[in-house]
């Protein structure tokens, strides 16, 4: 159930039933390609939508006009691409309605390998709705790359409590990550991880806290007796 909900301020009774009402007249298929755009969080590109689905392009074609005519999407053109997203954020929670919880993994995690396919040579493009769908995949090692990314993304902007949440969020994945992944490589994440969270925490001004991160970084860098990167942790410290 929390999977469906995206606001804690209940939908009124009146737009759900409008919702159900729209939604009432169409067939399966159609609703499988709402569904697509639910889970898909934000506006997506047509051809992240054709390869998601299970159909071939024409039918799509067929049932987005379905889904036009019962004004449950948009469509807009960006540049080379064309975007289609739901018409309001909160039909999400209608359209999911009476899904398995035990569906919603691969759901979003078809999403989520739809997505590393079309971007692999745009990847940063869409590293945040990767972190975001492969975390709801359960699929660790990819989920904490991707949030590791987009915390790095967000402090090469300048945005520190961003990149921290990310990292935070990386954190908590990282015990299920790293049996997935060689020793040395785990504890040289987990390293730059603390490090990451060092210069995080210093450019927010929470110099203490930045020790404190540096400090966790610099002991695994000795443990693993890796010169570059007790150099690297150490200039933090």
Do not use: C
Not at 11 to 30: E, F, G, M, V, W
Not at 137 to 162: C, D, G, I, M, V
């Amino acid at each position: 159930p929390h999977e469906i909900t995206r606001s804690r301020i209940p939908i009124p009774a009146s737009l759900r039933q409008t919702i159900k009402n729209r939604l009432a007249p169409l067939d399966d298929d159609a609703l499988e390609v709402a569904r697509i755009l639910a889970i898909g969080r934000r506006r997506i590109t047509l051809d992240t939508l054709i390869e998601a689905a299970t159909f071939d392009e024409q039918r799509v074609f067929e049932l987005l006009d379905d889904l036009l005519d019962a004004q449950l999407i948009r469509e807009e053109r960006v540049g080379e691409s064309e975007y289609i997203e739901l018409t309001q954020s909160r039909m999400r929670d209608v359209i999911l309605e009476g899904i398995p919880v035990t569906e919603f993994a691969h759901r979003h995690q078809r999403i989520g390998e739809t997505l590393e396919h079309i971007y692999r040579h745009q990847i940063s493009k869409v590293v945040e709705e990767l972190a975001f769908h492969f975390e709801r995949a359960e699929l660790a090692p990819k989920a904490y790359h991707y949030l590791l990314r987009t915390a790095e993304r967000h402090q090469n902007r300048s945005l520190f409590e961003e990149s921290l949440a990310f990292l935070d969020r990386a954190l908590a994945m990282e015990p299920m990550a790293r049996p997935l992944m060689p020793l040395h490589e785990a504890d040289r994440r987990l390293a730059k991880l603390y490090g990451a969270r060092a210069q995080a925490e210093y450019n927010a001004g929470r110099w203490h806290n930045a020790l404190e991160e540096a400090q966790r970084a610099l002991t695994i860098a000795n443990e693993l007796q890796d010169a570059k990167l007790i150099s690297e942790e150490a200039t933090q410290v």
